[in-house]
C-alpha cells in the first residue's frame, strides 16, 4: 500500500537494526521563563505555556498539635489555583501559614475543631499567595475514652475529626466531620438463616408459635462487618447553629448495629453481640440512619446547609467491600424524609462550597 507509515518515527531495520528517527524537540528557550536575575522571584515569573492551573499546593503536610492535655495528629492538603501568567505557587508559604495558625488556634480556643483551623488556613493562604480560591482540607485523629457497655471499663478509641474550606474573595465556607467505626450484621443472611431454623424446627414438632418465641428470644446468627461511617455538616455564613464533633460522633455511631470497644470483658463481648444481631442493618440503612440522626439533632440548622453521609463496610464473606453515600442540602433531606417523594436535585459539595 502506498503512502507514508502511520508514524513518522517508525522505520524499517537498517543493518540488523531499528534506526529510530530523531524527535525533533521544541526550542529549550521555549518552555522556560526569561531569566532576570538571581535575585528575582522565579514564582513570579510569566511560564513559558501561558495557561492557569486549578490546584497548586502541597499534600499530606503532618503536624502534631497539643490542646491542653490532648494531642491531635492532623493531616493537611492545601493548595489554591494559579493564574495563567504566573510561573509557580510560593510552597513554602504553605507550611509557613499552616504553623502561623495552628499556633493562633491552640492559643485561641478549646477544644480543637478542625473547620476553624482549616478556615483559619485557608483565609491565610489565599492572600498570603494573592490567589483567587484556597481549599484546606484536615484529618486529626484524636484519642476518646469510653466506658465498655456492661463492665464500666475506661477504654481509648481514636476517632477521626475532618475539616474542610473554601475561601474566596466574597467569602469561606467549610464543613465538619467526623470518621467512626462500628460493625454491622448483615439482614439478608439473617433471614435465610432464620428461615433454615424454622424449617428444622418444624421437623422437630414444634408449634408454628413456639418457633416464633424461640426467633425473637434467641439472636439469629449472621454474618458480620466492620463499618466506617463518615458524616459531614457544612453551615452557611449565616447559620447560628454550633456543630458539636460529640453530636456528630453519637450519630455515626448509633447508625451501624453496634459500636465497637477497643478493650471488653466478657459481658461486653455478649453485649455487643447481641446488640448487633438484634439489630441488623445493610451499608445503606446507616446512610438512611445517619441522615435522619442530623435532621432530628439539629432542627433548627439553616435549610441552605451541607450535609454528606458515607458508609464503607469491610466484607468478612466477600472479597469485596460494600459502600453507600448520600449528600445535599438539610432542606432536600427534610423534605425527601416527610413528604416520600425523591429530592429533583441532591446538592454536591462542590457546587455548595462554590456557592457565592
Known sequence: MRGSPPFAARQRP????????????????????????????????????????????????????????ELYLA???????????????????????????????????????????????????????????????????????KPAPVSGIQTQEIYTLHGRAVAFEHGTRGTVGVSATGMTACPCAQELVAARARERLFAEEFSAAQI?????????????????????????????VEIDATTLLEIAEASMSSEIYELMKRADEVEVVEKAHRRPRFVEDCVREMLAGVVRAFPHLDGGSFVSARQENLETIHQHNVVAERYGLISELRAEIDSGTPSAHQTTLEEWLGAP
Open 14 to 69: 537498517v543493518g540488523g537494526a531499528l534506526r529510530l528517527a530523531a524527535v525533533q524537540a521544541s526550542s529549550p528557550n521555549s518552555a522556560l521563563s526569561p531569566s532576570v536575575g538571581p535575585g528575582d522571584d522565579v514564582q513570579a515569573r510569566e511560564p513559558g505555556i501561558s495557561l492557569g492551573l486549578s490546584r497548586v499546593g502541597v499534600s499530606g503536610v503532618e503536624k502534631v498539635v497539643r490542646i491542653r492535655d
Open 75 to 145: 493531616r493537611l492538603d492545601c493548595f489554591v489555583d494559579l493564574p495563567r501568567d504566573q510561573k509557580g505557587a510560593h510552597m513554602s508559604r504553605f507550611d509557613e501559614v499552616v504553623n502561623e495558625a495552628i499556633g493562633e488556634v491552640v492559643l485561641s480556643e478549646s477544644p480543637f475543631r478542625a473547620e476553624t483551623l482549616a478556615r483559619h488556613i485557608a483565609e491565610l493562604v489565599r492572600a498570603r499567595q494573592g490567589a483567587e480560591r484556597a481549599e484546606v482540607t484536615i484529618a486529626a485523629r484524636y484519642p476518646e475514652h
Open 212 to 240: 416464633d418465641r424461640i426467633l425473637d428470644s434467641v439472636p439469629v446468627a449472621t454474618h458480620n462487618q466492620r463499618g466506617l461511617a463518615t458524616l459531614h455538616i457544612g453551615c452557611t455564613e449565616e447559620c447560628p
